[in-house]
């Protein structure tokens, strides 16, 4: 598990692995991008983006939210609804 923050000022854990989105149910799916700064190419920052709007392809890789894959059975009773 992984604290990344996000793009709208909170903090998100994180899976450390990909899985592709078949498995991933939809409100747990996230992409880490790099933020580069205003003036600079290089990477500054990685932010955790959760995936709204377009659905990914089902064999397309995201980062699932650390509820989504724990092993507790409050979060995997969470991850089934």
């Known amino acids: 598990m992984a604290h990344y923050p996000t793009n709208y000022d909170r903090w998100v854990h994180l899976a450390l692995r990909d899985l592709p989105a078949k498995d991933v ?3 747990h799916r996230w992409r ?3 933020v580069t700064g205003p003036d ?3 990477g500054v920052a990685v932010v955790a983006v ?3 709007g377009i659905e ?3 064999g397309e890789l995201v980062r699932p ?3 989504a894959v724990c092993l507790s ?3 995997v ?3 089934e609804q």
């Open 25 to 27: 149910p939809p409100r």
């Open 32 to 34: 880490l991008e790099t």
């Open 40 to 42: 600079s190419p290089a």
């Open 50 to 52: 959760r995936i709204r």
């Open 56 to 58: 990914p392809l089902p």
């Open 65 to 67: 939210a650390h509820r």
């Open 73 to 75: 059975p409050d979060a």
């Open 77 to 79: 009773r969470e991850a």
